[in-house]
Antibody
Framework: EVQVLESGGGLVRPGGSLRLSCAAS????????MSWVRQAPGKGLEWVAV????????YYADSVKGRFTISTDNSKNTLYLQMNILRAEDTAIYYC??????????????WGQGTLVTVSS | DIVMTQSPDSLAVSLGERATINCKSS????????????LAWYQQKPGQPPKLLIY???TRESGVPDRFSGSGSGTDFTLTISSLQAEDVAVYYC?????????FGGGTKVEIK
């Protein structure tokens, strides 16, 4: 059974840092594109970052470029999101998402339950 | 970047009636090489992560009831719920995967009239 489980969310002050983790199981982790998608309170879905299965390709939403870094550790079947210089507008539920279907792109066939990040003083 | 625009923002439908949600992409998501439409639909209920309903614009995910169907051309797409059930109350999102950055529509909230 495929599972993706996020951790690492919490309350952080503006300008601070946080690292999210996503532990994956039930599939060959290193062969699938993975992503972080966030949802601000009461708002819609926003792609944050995507990483190809090989780790060779990454891309970021303009809103987080230069502040967030997506990475994987295939030996631990884990996806990470390092978030620096956090702003109030980064407050959201962050979902770990497994992509399928279109090379280094695709649709999400499995979502985690999400981890809440709150940026506030 | 491809912008996805959904309409309406919300709709209220009687139980057993049809619900229709529209999604328009700012450029075609129909790939000329394989004739596939790079469009997916998701359902999100309160307090839950989204759930995949449809991919390739019209292919239903395993386990999704057949009252859900997707259709469309290169830029205009529709999600139809043929006979609305109480458990279909949710927000529905379209997503293009034709090009990066991937993008979602703004969502359509479906309620019972």
């Amino acid at each position: 059974e495929v599972q993706v489980l996020e951790s690492g969310g919490g309350l952080v002050r503006p300008g601070g840092s946080l690292r999210l983790s996503c532990a994956a199981s039930g599939f060959t982790f290193g062969t699938y594109t993975m992503s972080w998608v966030r949802q601000a309170p009461g708002k819609g879905l926003e792609w944050v970052a995507v990483i190809s299965g090989s780790g060779g390709s990454t891309y970021y939403a303009d809103s987080v470029k230069g502040r967030f870094t997506i990475s994987t550790d295939n030996s631990k079947n884990t996806l990470y999101l390092q978030m620096n210089i956090l702003r109030a507008e980064d407050t959201a539920i962050y979902y770990c998402a497994k992509l399928i279907g279109a090379g280094s792109s695709g649709w999400v066939d499995y979502w985690g339950q999400g981890t809440l990040v709150t940026v506030s003083s | 970047d491809i912008v996805m625009t959904q309409s309406p923002d919300s709709l209220a439908v009687s139980l057993g009636e049809r619900a229709t949600i529209n999604c328009k992409s700012s450029q075609s998501v129909l790939h000329s090489s394989n004739k596939k439409k790079y469009l997916a639909w998701y359902q999100q209920k309160p307090g839950q992560p989204p759930k995949l309903l449809i991919y390739w614009a019209s292919t239903r995910e395993s386990g999704v009831p057949d009252r859900f169907s997707g259709s469309g051309s290169g830029t205009d797409f529709t999600l139809t719920i043929s006979s609305l059930q109480a458990e279909d109350v949710a927000v529905y999102y379209c997503q293009q995967y034709y090009s990066t950055p991937l993008s979602f529509g703004g969502g359509t909230k479906v309620e019972i009239k």
